[in-house]
T-cell receptor, first 119, second 113 residues
Framework: GAVVSQHPSRVICKSGTSVKIECRSL??????MFWYRQFPKKSLMLMAT?????????EQGVEKDKFLINHASLTLSTLTVTSAHPEDSSFYIC???????????????FGSGTQLSVL | QKEVEQNSGPLSVPEGAIASLNCTYS??????FFWYRQYSGKSPELIMS????GDKEDGRFTAQLNKASQYVSLLIRDSQPSDSATYLC?????????????FGKGTKLSVIP
């Protein structure tokens, strides 16, 4: 399957700092990437859809000024958690669609995730 | 509101048995269905996709889809301890041009040696 690289895998930061998470599609171009967050023992919650060359689309209840998304190229999307607070501590996962193959444009492949801990 | 329902479990099966995981969805127009496996602390891994009614087999995994009943299932034959994980059912939204997935909360499977 397609490879999506995400880093860092773990971040521990002080309250009030900003954290940037990178998501790269390594062997395909991804015009659309998705950002999820997951709390312990809970399911994935879509935060936003990242579109190359345009503004991200945020889900209801997700603060766009808090979670800045930049999708400047076909292989890279970044999520910046600004002025992080302890309640932002979560597992953040990116995913991208691989457009190759039959109906493959609907398959999502996930990055390895970033565990954010805000002290 | 589109919903995907799964029994949270845990579902415990002995090694070598068949594990049966079930999922129902509310959006009758959904066209694509996926099963992801997620180990604790890791991101989800796609293991099966199914688009048409009936069964689809891949190794020890069989996905079953019944659109009339809005039901999709995953069977794992000859279950192994390494299959112990949370299995997420995901359904593509039916909106035109939309490729967003709605995930269920997942079923935790434990395979007992």
């Amino acid at each position: 399957g397609a490879v999506v690289s995400q880093h860092p895998s773990r971040v521990i930061c002080k309250s009030g700092t900003s954290v940037k998470i990178e998501c790269r599609s390594l062997d395909f171009q991804a015009t659309t990437m998705f950002w999820y967050r997951q709390f312990p023992k809970k399911s994935l919650m879509l935060m936003a859809t990242s579109n190359e060359g345009s503004k991200a689309t945020y889900e209801q209840g997700v603060e766009k000024d808090k979670f800045l998304i930049n999708h400047a190229s076909l292989t890279l999307s970044t999520l910046t958690v600004t002025s992080a607070h302890p309640e932002d501590s979560s597992f953040y996962i990116c995913s991208a669609r691989d457009g190759r193959g039959k109906r493959a444009n609907e398959k999502l492949f996930f990055g390895s995730g970033t565990q954010l801990s805000v002290l | 509101q589109k919903e995907v329902e799964q029994n949270s479990g845990p579902l415990s099966v002995p090694e070598g048995a068949i594990a049966s995981l079930n999922c129902t969805y509310s959006d009758r127009g959904s066209q694509s269905f996926f099963w992801y496996r997620q180990y604790s602390g890791k991101s989800p891994e796609l293991i099966m996709s199914i688009y048409s009614n009936g069964d689809k087999e891949d190794g020890r995994f069989t996905a079953q889809l019944n659109k009339a009943s809005q039901y999709v299932s995953l069977l794992i034959r000859d279950s192994q301890p390494s299959d112990s994980a949370t299995y997420l059912c995901a359904v593509t939204d039916s909106g035109a041009g939309s490729y967003q997935l709605t995930f269920g909360k997942g079923t935790k499977l434990s395979v007992i040696p």
